[in-house]
């Protein structure tokens, strides 16, 4: 039998939106469904009366480090749209294939037909007007120049950009952003307020994650200035209290260039701060 390539991992970021798509499919598998469906893929399933999104992310993170590749998560996939499409048929297996891919997109990956997962292109994009192409090319030649960090070019899409607005790409930097402080700080909650838990803190007491080593005054003023730049912008694009995501307005290129300049450097703060509880 020809051994199975092994396929790159998936960033825990992406598996933390994997399992947010598992939640809003709560109409199509239920619960119990994903248990039996982890394990006959070969996944332990280590929390099975956690949260839907907490188990999930728990199974597929621990099992990925085990292998050291997402093959695992392939199968477990596939089988789960095999299933979906067998029992609930066409209509909610397609919808899951696209809460799936939207996700997967970013990871390089998508589910086909039959729901194997295939390797992609992470930036290459669906149809859209030459006119938005070069929009999407102008864009990703000027984060380039700037240095700016690589998970800003993932948004860099022509299908992003079918307007003359670039309100929507800095959105999707944004939610993107979001998922990584989710995922960073294993906290499971939703829209800006997430901000405030990972990175807040009453005086004296240690966040949960730290943007440096938290020890002076001035470590403490500039952590709550992270927090309170990050929850600005997280609040820019989504209300804090219905979760919706804000009506689109205006920007320019600019102005969106700007923006992702202040994001790109939120990332580069996330990425090398440090659990701290």
């Not at 048929?89 to 086909?112: H, M, P, S, V, W």
């Not at 804000?246 to 994001?263: K, T, Y």
Request: negative net charge; charged residues 25%.
């Amino acid at each position: 039998m020809t051994a199975v390539a092994p396929l790159k991992s998936i960033d825990n970021t992406y598996l933390t939106m994997l399992c947010d798509a598992f939640v809003h499919l709560d109409s199509v598998i239920t619960d119990g469904e994903v248990g039996a469906l982890l394990v006959s893929s070969g996944i332990q399933d280590p929390s099975p009366n956690a949260s839907r999104h907490r188990r999930l992310g728990l199974a597929l993170q621990i099992q990925q480090e085990t292998d050291k590749n997402a093959n695992s998560i392939a199968v477990f996939l596939r089988r789960t749209g095999f299933h979906i499409n067998k029992r609930y048929g066409e209509e909610a297996y397609r919808k899951y294939r696209d809460e799936i891919n939207q996700i997967l997109t970013f990871a390089g990956y998508e589910l086909d037909e039959q729901s194997e997962m295939k390797q992609t292109n992470p930036l290459a994009t669906m149809y859209a007007s030459h006119e938005a192409e070069s929009r999407a090319k102008k864009l990703k030649e000027a984060v380039l120049i700037r240095s700016l960090h690589p998970d800003i070019q993932m948004v860099c899409r022509s299908e992003y950009l079918t307007e003359s607005n670039y309100f929507r790409v800095v959105q999707e930097a944004l939610k993107l952003l979001m998922e990584k402080n989710k995922a960073k700080s294993q906290l499971h909650i939703e829209g800006p307020t997430v901000a405030e838990h990972a990175f807040g803190f009453n005086w004296g007491e240690y966040p949960v994650l730290t943007v440096n080593e938290f020890r002076t005054e001035v470590d403490q003023t500039e952590q709550f200035g992270y927090m309170c730049i990050l929850k600005a912008l997280f609040l820019m694009v989504q209300d804090e209290n219905t979760k919706n995501y804000r009506f689109p307005w205006q920007m320019s290129f600019d102005d969106a260039l700007d923006f992702l300049g202040v994001i790109s450097y939120c990332h580069r703060k996330m990425d090398g701060s440090k659990k701290a509880r």
